[in-house]
């Protein structure tokens, strides 16, 4: 799969990609990565890429036709029928798990990092398919939700996790919370694991497992449950969970 981020802070896609599983994906030919520099698309001396707002008030917008002639560039590179252009912004559908998952056949996802106060709305309107929010908060600009989306989508990508992390992808546990995690020593401070980790009985272990992921999504993260509908035996250890709750 092939990402092109459009941004006016390349190094800061490019520096922080070639790390962890994104770096690896790059390395191995399995994802391929450009970033393109609207302000390459100028044509003024002063390489303008932003302008005052018509109407007043304040901040800067990102102007249109250096994002056009960035993203034309990108389309160029590669003849390709599954594209995608996505512009990173706060008005955008919330990016999940789902979106990630859908997106990942497409053969070439173009991601638009704004600045300032935004861009230019003319060029969402007729250069955009899709609009994309990390979540209801402010950061500064659209570089760091392009690497969010370009990891999260590459860690599902064939080949880029080993064959015990892709299984565990499609696990029974999807949708909800993880359970909690032990390493040794079995004791610490007087804290000790959980005696089901330690019966090597692995039924047991994982339907431990299935009753934690279910009481602490309960717990911390009701509204995925909403949605959910839970088999007879989910419902049970469900149950269980929030009796032994009382027991503690
Ligand atoms: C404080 C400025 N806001 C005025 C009401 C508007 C605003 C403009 C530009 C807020 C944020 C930004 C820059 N943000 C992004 O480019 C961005 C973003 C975000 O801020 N939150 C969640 N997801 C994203 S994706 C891109």
Known sequence: MRFDVVSLFPEMVLQSAINGVTGRAITEGLVDLFVWNPRDYTDDKHKTVDDRPYGGGAGMVMKYQPLKDAVESAKQAIKSQAVKV????????????????????????????????????????????????????????????????????????????????????????????????????????????????????????EQWRLKQALGRTWQKRPDLLVDKVLTTEQHALLEEFKIELKYK
């Open 86 to 205: 996505v512009y990173l912004s706060p008005q955008g559908k919330p990016i999940t798990q789902r979106l990630l998952n859908e997106s990942v056949d497409l053969e070439q996802l173009i991601l638009i990092a704004g600045r300032y106060e935004g861009i230019d709305e003319r060029f969402i309107e007729h250069e955009c398919d899709e609009e994309w929010s990390l979540g209801d908060f402010v950061i500064s600009g659209g570089e760091l939700a392009a690497l969010v989306v370009i990891d999260g989508i590459s860690r599902l990508l064939p080949d880029v996790l080993g064959d015990e992390q892709s299984a565990k992808q499609d696990s029974h546990m999807n949708g909800l919370l993880d359970y909690p995690h032990y390493t040794r020593p079995e004791e610490v401070e007087n804290h000790v694991v959980p005696k089901a980790l330690l019966s090597g009985h692995h039924q047991q272990i």
